[in-house]
């Protein structure tokens, strides 16, 4: 990103793209678990930009709603620290959904669906729902594990990575809950009452952890009903180690905690690609 004009860099970072290529991956993964990619490959591509572009979107509009909480919990962010304006993030929000919305529009009528809710979902996130309990912290862990789905989706099968779908709606609760643990101070200031503030620090720590040993023990079924052979376990099971190691982290340091439950869920998303790799090569 270093050739770019300083604007169009902090363009570019308001989206957060390592998040936006790692949301397009989950839709990929998402049609390649379902099973059709190579007989729709252009459906595919037109998910994975539909996604990679919402959740661009997503992400400058958020910045753009949380420009105050920002310049006290992260200060560093594009907005807050000057390198772009209000007003130009959201015109960068409008130009991501305009790209989702055109993509997505040449896809399956399910597909069409999840993308219309998706959207609307990624605008009234911050406004609507952030600052309710748990309510928000659900909604991001919908939205994230619906890229799966809207992979199956785009190939007429939006079912074909349920189990995907829950469970990285439920690691990425747990997830949530542990980034609000790291906010509080700027999230009590804006008066808002997320989950732990409303809670409790520990308690809501704590109902995080149950719900990742849940969705742990629960990324077992594809091994055990004989979806996934061996190779998807060897995978899988350091994934849920790092992210159980990580949620019981969360307790003495929030921030890594958060930072390693996500390299935790790229590993489990790893999981998945290998244990179909491994039933396509046979
Ligand atoms: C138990 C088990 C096997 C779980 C599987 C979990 C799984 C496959 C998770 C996939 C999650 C993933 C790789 C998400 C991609 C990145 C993304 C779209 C995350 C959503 O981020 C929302 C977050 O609030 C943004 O904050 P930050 O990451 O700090 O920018
Ligand atoms: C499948 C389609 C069409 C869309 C899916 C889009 C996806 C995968 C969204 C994933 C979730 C996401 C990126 C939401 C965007 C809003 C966001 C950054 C929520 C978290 O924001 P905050 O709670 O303010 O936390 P931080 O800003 O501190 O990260
Ligand atoms: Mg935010």
Known sequence: MASLSPSLRAAVELTRPGNAVAAGV???TGAFVTGGVAAAPLAVAAAVLATLAATAGGN???DYFDREIDAVNQPDRPIPRGAISA???LGVSGACFVI???????LPL???????????ALVAYTEWFKGRPLLGNILVGYL?????LFGGAALGAPFGAAVLFLLAAVATLTREIVKDVEDIAGDRQEGLR???IVVGRTPALWTGVAVLVVAVTASAVPYLDGTFGLSYLLVVVPADAVMLWAALRSFRDPTVSQRWLKRGMFLATAAFVVGRAAVVLG
Not at 100 to 106: D, E, G
Not at 144 to 148: D, I, L, N, Q, R
């Open 100 to 106: 989702a919305t055109v993509a997505a529009l040449t």
């Open 26 to 28: 989950l839709t990929a």
């Open 144 to 148: 994230t594990g619906s890229a799966f």
């Open 110 to 120: 399910v597909a069409i669906g999840i993308a219309v809710v998706n959207l609307l």
């Open 60 to 62: 400058a509009i958020n």
């Open 87 to 89: 007003r130009g993030a």
């Open 194 to 196: 997320t989950f732990p």
